[in-house]
């Protein structure tokens, strides 16, 4: 299979639409909050044009097979934290390939490319993170399988 790996432009835009809503799609599969609200596709286009494609502070790289797009990640760049010594680093959102093509190593050279991203920042990013939605045993092992260690867990609480 090849599979070529590149940065998003503009007019990937609503192609991408199919990939974003598996993505949420599988993560309502774990909590149904992340079900769309009725303008989420046009709400998410403009934040895709508006803040991710050219942006200094994030990025999206697209694996594109036989003229289709099969894969997705977002990269970002955050700042340093104000009090702690959490410095600057790449947090990785959005991360998504096709049914069909998963397990033939789509979602690791998305990973490498965000990482590669990360690392030619003029920023000096020592690290990244991702967060895997509890429940997704899948998820959380393949990114333990590419090097991420888990390093906290978010609890919440419902508020009455």
Same mark, same amino acid.
């Given at each position: 299979?090849?599979?070529?790996?590149?940065?998003?432009?503009?007019?990937?835009?609503?192609?991408?639409?199919?990939?974003?809503?598996?993505?949420?799609?599988?993560?309502?599969?774990?909590?149904?909050?992340?079900?769309?609200?009725?303008?989420?596709?046009?709400?998410?286009?403009?934040?895709?044009?508006?803040?991710?494609?050219?942006?200094?502070?994030?990025?999206?790289?697209?694996?594109?097979?036989?003229?289709?797009?099969?894969?997705?990640?977002?990269?970002?760049?955050?700042?340093?934290?104000?009090?702690?010594?959490?410095?600057?680093?790449?947090?990785?959102?959005?991360?998504?390939? !096709? #049914? *069909?093509? @998963? $397990?033939?190593?789509?979602?690791?050279?998305? +990973?490498?490319?965000?990482? %590669?991203?990360? !690392? #030619? *920042?003029? @920023? $000096?990013?020592?690290?990244?993170?991702?967060? +895997?939605?509890?429940?997704? %045993?899948?998820?959380?092992?393949?990114?333990?399988?590419?090097?991420?260690?888990?390093?906290?867990?978010?609890?919440?609480?419902?508020?009455?």
């Amino acid at each position: 299979m090849d599979v070529e790996i590149r940065r998003a432009t503009t007019e990937d835009g609503p192609a991408l639409l199919d990939l974003w809503h598996g993505f949420t799609e599988h993560l309502s599969e774990y909590d149904e909050r992340y079900q769309h609200k009725e303008d989420a596709d046009d709400r998410w286009l403009q934040y895709f044009e508006n803040q991710l494609v050219d942006s200094k502070y994030g990025a999206v790289f697209i694996a594109v097979a036989d003229d289709d797009i099969v894969g997705v990640i977002e990269a970002r760049l955050t700042g340093d934290h104000p009090i702690f010594r959490l410095s600057d680093h790449g947090y990785i959102n959005g991360h998504y390939v !096709a #049914e *069909s093509y @998963r $397990d033939e190593g789509v979602g690791d050279a998305l +990973v490498e490319a965000a990482v %590669d991203w990360f !690392a #030619e *920042s003029d @920023r $000096d990013i020592s690290f990244c993170r991702v967060d +895997v939605i509890e429940g997704d %045993d899948q998820g959380r092992k393949a990114y333990e399988r590419m090097g991420f260690s888990p390093v906290e867990h978010v609890y919440e609480r419902q508020v009455e």
